[in-house]
């Protein structure tokens, strides 16, 4: 993807994406740090974060539950549970097709998120 390529829209309809997340219930902090950005979190850009800021902005999550699986079970670091996150168009959540087919970029407000969350299952290898 070239920097000119990115579009940034806001979810219009019902969506449903995948996000690996560290923890297995949304009442654990965890899971809330799971929803913060890198940018929010005071990580430092790294990859395509270096070269578009508003990607360190943003979410990494999967149009489905086997690629957001994959990943983990090849990142554990990053987290071994999978929530599926129902997101509805009255709060703003914005998307764009970025990365390998079915990676998605994420922006919305952490508890928002939290709230989207319909449900977290673990990753099996």
Known sequence: MAAG??????????TVVYRIVRG??????????????HYE????????????????MGLSVFSTPA???????????IGTFIAELNLEPEHGFC?????????????GRPLQLLDSIADIVHVEA
Do not use: C, F, N
């Open 41 to 56: 979190r005071g990580a430092p850009p790294r990859g395509y974060e270096r070269r578009l800021a508003v990607i360190h």
């Open 95 to 107: 998307l764009a097709d970025t990365g390998q087919r079915g990676h998605w970029t994420l922006w």
């Open 5 to 14: 390529d990115l579009v940034v829209a806001p979810v219009h309809e019902a």
């Open 67 to 77: 690629a957001a699986g994959a990943m983990a079970l090849k990142w554990p670091m």
């Open 24 to 37: 297995a219930d949304r009442s654990a902090p965890a899971v809330l740090d799971s929803l913060r950005s």
